[in-house]
């Protein structure tokens, strides 16, 4: 059995990392830099930075943010935001990346993530989707959960996968910074039909949400921001709680 992933999130914006609820009222939360190092040294399986403006304002991602942050890591470490083309992803790549975050361009041009895929691989291509119950059901949100496309979660997931996606990034916007904990249906009925990895995103409040994200939800990995950012909990600490409840982390 693979040991479950912890992943810290910086969501940036104006070079600072900031934290909303349900993807407004931000606040800062301190700079991206500091704060990879900073969660590398407590543990981090991996860390994730989305440039959250980037696609709001017709912009590519910041890559100093991206190299200076690259430069304190040796952990895996993912981008979103802002990308576009594979010339996009060509230049994150370079520019430290590991892996790329694509939404709201994959949903434009699904195209592009089968095009990732084939000539980066797919281990370096992550499909992320932001999801809000409406009437319809699970409903697939783009540019930064302001825009609803009218695509089911699970069809738009499957069709990421068949494309070449080596992993889901699942974001409940309803939940998104509430400390609610994750939407844990929606995380198991993706996992239930994927075969590819889910990371759990939006809602956590407490150490428990995570463990029920990998208990309940069967998540392969478990993204967290305001828990960490505002010491809800250490990473540290997280993990020796999780292997305590018998869930594989790496200590």
Known sequence: MLTKRII?????????????KCFIGLQDAGDPSTLAKFYESQGADELVLLDIAATLE?????LDVVSKVAKELSIPFSVGGGIRSLADIRTLLNAGADKVSLNTAALKNPELIRQASEIFGSQCVILAIDVKKTAAGWEVFSHAGTVATGLDALGWALEGARLGAGELLVTSIDRDGTQEGYDLELIEML???LSIPIIASGGVGKWEDIRDAFAIGKADAALAASLFHFKGCSIRELKKLLAK???RVRI
């Open 191 to 193: 996992g239930r039909s």
């Open 8 to 20: 810290p999130c910086l969501d940036v914006k104006e070079g600072r990392v900031v934290k909303g």
């Open 245 to 247: 409840e018998e869930i």
């Open 58 to 62: 017709g912009r590519s991602t910041f």
